[in-house]
């Protein structure tokens, strides 16, 4: 199982950025998400979707300007990333749950990170 984790870049602060997340499962799959992990610091909680895409949660750093979304064969995972600003510099994973039993039967999984630089 491999997660790949596109999308990054360098960026000027109000600028914005789209990362995906390519899972290439469509069964199996439950909750997925994304975490990030700037220099010097422990990777963080970014935002989660549910397995049916119904239900969001983000950190309160990235509420409001981040959108996280999955496709509906839940193939890819995407975070849409507004209003960027030098603090959201990081190294962003994704994090999928999948079994090939499904939930509750499932592994968590991590992608190789793509890294975001916002410019001040």
């Known amino acids: 199982v491999q997660l790949q984790a596109s999308g990054g870049g360098l960026v000027q602060a109000g600028g914005s950025l789209r990362l995906s997340c390519a899972f290439g499962?469509?069964?199996?799959?439950?909750?997925m998400a994304w975490f990030r992990q700037a220099p010097g610091k422990e990777r963080e909680f970014a935002a989660t979707i549910n397995q049916s895409g119904g239900d969001t949660f983000y950190a309160n750093s990235v509420k409001g300007r981040f959108a996280i979304s999955r496709d509906k064969d839940n193939s890819t995972i995407y975070l849409q990333m507004n209003n960027l600003k030098p603090e959201d510099t990081a190294v962003y994973y994704c994090?999928?749950?999948?079994?090939?039993?499904?939930?509750?039967?499932?592994?968590?999984?991590w992608g190789q990170g793509t890294l975001v630089t916002v410019s001040s």
């Open positions: 499962r469509t069964f199996g799959v439950g909750g």
């Open positions: 994090n999928v749950e999948y079994g090939i039993l499904g939930p509750p039967y499932v592994s968590e999984y």
